[in-house]
């Protein structure tokens, strides 16, 4: 923290403007969380920049008490990205959702992620159009009935952290909107340099009520989600249970912790620099296997918009910004009064 | 129009002060005629005679090698007068193929010079470009003068020397081309050789060569006593065209292109505001993003993007921190970033959009000119989406159009369309160099602390501008988005009454920048008369040729060309109205004729053209010959 930060409270971060979320909808959640988190970076709200898309989770902005843009659908991204390079100094929060960052604006997300630019993507996952009025996503599982899918969707859903990683991100992270460890995902993904992505699993309790209970469920969280921590063995259902490698097929299996012992049972202790471990967690497949929430990876990188600054920097070095100089550049001649001279 | 050559009554040719020749070099998208045409022309302008280039070349890279649909052809108008376009007909045709010699020799002025490569005139070459017989030999040509030489075989012999593979050794063939054009002309090969020594610094061989072969075509002229079929037994001289009378100043040439991104980088200074430029590759308008891209020590930031859509975004978020956003495409690019437009627009950012228009629609004619897009620049959004639009008319013309299209940008607060096109782009003329000292500063502001009475992000000055609020300044945080805002507050707003308010303003505010603008002035002729011939763009060289012989043929025409398409000038409806008749040439089926009817109900009548190719003069003496009969 800067000593010259001076410190906020959560009233700080909080506009005169009305919420207009569903009530219930798991946005409150997320905006009480990130509230309550950003007095705890030591960042200033003149200094902090919320762009978002279009959607219901693109109203965000609206809420913060700092600078923020409520752009066009799935283009976020890419006005960040030009915010960013244009004042590396401001800390960019990108507020998204499964149709705004995976349908309508895949490729932008994609290429922020390459580039690695430095921001927080918050993509607010619950696998439905919520605003135009519960039409299925890139999300939906297959066979959802919606106002466009009446016989259920049949295409195959996106992994937005498998998409992330693919796309090349160096940090990927899960959420769950009342979890109360969100703000510990959001302060992780602050602290990492570049873009830090984050999926959030957002219960829109009207167009598609409760379709993560099966894992965000507060009775059966125990034995449903696996709580990641750096250095920390991948434990579960309060350390009965633990992740480990099947060293023949190469691939993750549920084992049992018996008497806490998880070395024995070869539980991984998790590295969140393991790029193919992450890969496995996010591809494990839920039911035979919990839900990794947490810090799935991080693994910095050069960012993008320091890289263009550095090359900003280098090729001005040692030039004069001379306009006449410019214009006057290449063979030139000169006519006088008596025509021209060569 | 000047004989390409002139007998004495010997039946010498003899050298000849041309007022003006036309010449255009054609040969296989492979055979680098672009660069031969651009150094042509750089010799040309440095021997100070007017000029005006017209490059025409395939949409395909490397066209399969000697076929019809890969000749690619660079023309050149120069004279020892004002030279306004690249010239209806060629008075020399440089034929490196068979290809090149179909494609290009009908447009060749009766009796005009054809010079063609024998070398490459044999029969898998004669097939790929449909002739039966070899043109060259079967007397069908007899209507123009034709010179035969093997440049093919000229060019190796004169490379010889420096080892390099058949391949590669034909690659100069380009130079020797030149050298002889050279020597026609009376130009200096100095400059060329100079530019090719810095081109192939790396490659000293390839250099060499290269001046070898440019040195080669040269002396060939000079020594070889040139004759050839309707030469009359006389043989070819060397024709002088003199200096073209300008200006007292320090000149250059410039494409449009070029001078665009000079004119954006002298805006941006002189609005003292650094420059993020987001562009996407598209032909014709790449090259704006390739010039800027290497001026970084003015401030400069270019940001080759995914796609057009995020070119203009991050523009726009470039803008909302504080930097000028600008981007650049060409129709089918203009399309897409349609929505983004619209968000700068609702938002009040300052943004330049540059059209360089190429035939449409859709993929249409990549590398053709058209101007087509006039529509889409004034009316082409959703909603009431009022947007400044300003057209360049030539090359150095773009230079200050990019200036002025920085100046409303920033004064206005408004996103501004910029229009050229594909002949604009990478059309080549003189260029007096402007001095940047008598260049009019308009530096930004950007409102920096808390206004009595409180935070307004949607407050308005007398242009209706709001303010420009850089994120990182304290107290100033606010929201914005493409939702309609309340008026003042730039809260969300829905209401009725509101959105009404907010429409007029948005409306009013671009109306507003023609208090900002000159009156429409008369380029040729008499405010009032006969006929106006009125244009926009890059009709104005053959439009203010025709009307400058009808002027001095004593008719009653006036020509009338437009850089402000939106708003349009508050003087021209009365202008317009003071003639018995306006004609609008285009490129387009008739764009601006329907705005203008439009605006001031008058009967502007359409002349069109959609070929993918400029008007000509004739053509449009054509059209004022009808409409004052």
């Known amino acids: ?342 | 129009m000047a004989t390409a050559l002139k007998q004495d009554d010997n039946g010498n040719n003899q050298p000849e002060n041309a007022e003006n020749v036309v010449v255009r070099f054609a040969g296989d998208s492979g055979d680098g005629m672009q660069l031969t045409g651009g150094q042509f022309t750089l010799s040309t302008a440095l021997a100070g005679s007017d000029l005006a280039t017209f490059p025409d070349f395939p949409a395909e890279i490397r066209a399969p090698q000697g076929t019809l649909f890969g000749v690619s052809a660079f023309q050149i108008n120069f004279g020892s007068r004002a030279i306004e376009t690249a010239g209806d007909e060629p008075d020399v045709l440089i034929a490196m193929n068979p290809a090149a010699l179909k494609t290009n020799v009908d447009a060749l002025r009766d009796g005009g010079l054809i010079i063609a490569d024998s070398g490459e005139f044999g029969k898998r070459n004669l097939d790929k470009a449909k002739y039966e017989n070899n043109p060259l030999e079967d007397g069908s040509l007899a209507k123009w003068q034709l010179l035969k030489l093997d440049i093919s075989a000229l060019t190796l012999e004169a490379v010889k020397p420096f080892g390099l593979g058949n391949k590669e050794a034909l690659r100069s063939k380009n130079m020797w081309t030149l050298g002889l054009a050279l020597w026609m002309f009376e130009r200096e090969r100095q400059p060329i050789i100079d530019w090719l020594k810095t081109k192939f610094a790396k490659l000293p061989a390839v250099a060499d060569a290269n001046i070898a072969a440019l040195n080669a075509g040269h002396a060939y002229g000079e020594t070889a006593e040139l004759s050839g079929d309707g030469l009359g037994g006389g043989h070819l001289t060397t024709r002088k065209v003199g200096a073209a009378p300008s200006a007292p100043g320090e000149y250059r040439t410039v494409t449009g292109a070029e001078a665009l991104s000079l004119g954006l980088v002298a805006g941006a200074q002189l609005a003292d505001v650094p420059m993020f430029f987001g562009g996407y590759p598209i032909t014709p308008a790449s090259a704006i993003l390739h010039h800027l891209s290497r001026l970084k020590e003015f401030d400069v930031t270019t940001f080759q993007a995914e796609d057009e859509i995020a070119a203009i975004a991050a523009a726009i978020g470039a803008s909302y921190a504080g930097k000028l956003g600008i981007t650049s495409s060409s129709g089918p690019g203009i399309a897409l970033k349609g929505e983004a437009m619209g968000l700068a627009i609702m938002t009040e950012l300052p943004l330049v959009i540059i059209n360089s228009q190429r035939g449409g629609p859709s993929t249409g004619l990549p590398t053709k000119t058209e101007q087509s897009d006039l529509y889409q620049a004034v009316y082409g959004r959703n909603g009431d989406a009022p947007m400044p639009v300003i057209a360049a008319r030539s090359p150095s013309d773009a230079f200050e159009c990019a200036i002025e299209a920085v100046r409303i940008a920033v004064q206005y607060m408004t996103p501004v369309m910029l229009l050229t096109d594909g002949y604009i782009a990478n059309a080549a003329e003189p260029w007096k160099i402007p001095d940047v000292a008598s260049l009019e500063p308009f530096p930004v502001t950007y409102l920096d602390k808390m206004p009595e009475g409180g935070l307004k992000p949607y407050s308005r000055d007398e242009k209706f501008a709001r303010p420009w609020i850089k994120p990182g300044t304290p107290e100033l945080m606010h929201r914005i988005g493409g939702i309609e805002k309340g008026i003042d507050t730039g809260h969300i707003d829905y209401g009725s009454a509101n959105h009404q308010k907010m429409t007029e303003i948005r409306r009013d505010k671009v109306l507003g920048v023609a208090d900002s603008i000159p009156d429409q002035d008369v380029a040729l002729g008499n405010a009032g008369g006969k006929l106006a011939v009125v244009g926009w763009g890059s009709t104005y060289g053959p439009i203010h040729q025709a009307v400058r012989r009808a002027v001095e043929a004593g008719k009653d025409v006036a020509h009338i060309h437009i850089r402000n398409i939106w708003p349009m000038p508050k003087n021209l409806g009365e202008l317009l109205k003071s003639y018995d008749r306006v004609i609008v040439p285009e490129m387009n089926t008739g764009q601006l004729k329907t705005v203008l009817r439009d605006q001031y109900l008058v009967d502007a009548k359409p002349i069109n053209k959609v070929s993918g190719q400029p008007f000509t003069i004739a053509e449009i003496d054509a059209a004022i010959e009808e409409n004052l009969s």
């Not at chain 1, 690695?116 to 299925?136: P, R």
């Not at chain 1, 859903?157 to 992330?164: D, G, H, L, Q, R």
């Not at chain 1, 600054?309 to 910004?321: D, L």
Request: a negative charge; proline letters at 5%.
């Open chain 1, 1 to 342: 923290m800067n000593e010259m930060t001076k410190i906020t409270t959560l009233k700080d971060w909080e506009t005169d403007q009305e919420v207009r979320w569903c009530p219930g909808c798991g946005d409150y959640a997320i905006l009480k969380a990130v509230q309550r988190t950003m007095p705890e970076l030591g960042v200033r709200p003149e200094d902090t920049l919320f762009i978002s898309g279009i959607g219901c989770s693109s109203r965000f902005p609206y809420y913060m008490e700092t600078y923020g843009f409520h752009t066009i659908h799935g283009r976020a991204p890419a006005v960040a990205t030009g915010a960013k390079l244009a004042n590396p100094d401001l800390d960019v929060w990108i507020i998204t959702g499964d149709g705004d960052a995976l349908s309508i604006g895949g490729n932008h997300t994609m290429h922020l992620l390459r580039r690695n630019l430095d921001c927080q993507i918050m993509l607010f996952n619950n696998e439905i159009y919520g605003l135009t009025k519960g039409q299925y996503s890139p999300t939906s599982r297959v066979g959802t009935n919606t106002p466009s899918t009446p016989y259920g969707s049949v295409d195959r859903p996106a992994s937005p952290c498998a998409f992330a990683l693919g796309s090349g991100a160096r940090f990927i992270a899960r959420g769950i909107d009342i979890h109360k460890d969100l703000t510990n995902v959001l302060k992780a993904a602050h602290a990492h340099k570049g873009a830090a992505f984050i999926e959030i699993f957002q219960n829109c309790i009207v167009y598609n009520k409760d379709v993560f209970d099966e894992f965000a469920a507060k009775k059966t969280a125990a034995s449903t989600q696996l709580l990641l921590a750096d250095g920390e063995p991948m434990l579960f259902e309060k350390g009965a249970r633990g992740i480990a490698m099947d060293r023949e097929t190469l691939s993750l299996k549920v084992v049992d912790v018996v008497d806490g012992d998880w070395q024995a049972a070869n539980v991984i202790v998790h590295d969140v620099t393991n790029r193919s471990v992450a890969h496995m967690l996010i591809e494990m497949p839920f039911g035979e296997f919990p839900m990794a929430i947490g810090v799935l990876y991080d693994d910095p990188r050069p960012t993008f918009e320091a890289a263009v600054v550095e090359q900003n920097v280098e090729a001005a070095k040692g030039k004069k910004p001379d306009l006449q100089a410019l214009l006057n550049k290449g063979q030139t001649w000169t006519v006088t009064e008596d025509g021209p001279e060569l």
